[in-house]
């Protein structure tokens, strides 16, 4: 099992990647992160530590330990 670090697991959110852009329009790659916290949540009854974006936080989609 791989385990992915900067992917969330209720979202699904992961890195994008793209350009970034100078003043002289040069272009060179660049990677975004999403915006993941690490947190106690209730699974099946047990508790995990698992890495969840704060969007997944706002909506309620996750029932914290």
Known sequence: MVINMAKCKYTGK?????????HSNRKTKHMQK???K???????GTTKKVW???TA???GL???A
Not at 38 to 44: A, F, G, L, M, S
């Open 14 to 22: 992961s890195v994008m990647f793209g350009n970034q852009v100078s």
């Open 34 to 36: 999403p915006n993941l």
């Open 38 to 44: 690490k947190i106690k949540v209730i699974e099946n």
């Open 52 to 54: 969840v974006s704060t």
């Open 57 to 59: 936080l706002k909506s």
């Open 62 to 64: 996750v029932t914290r």
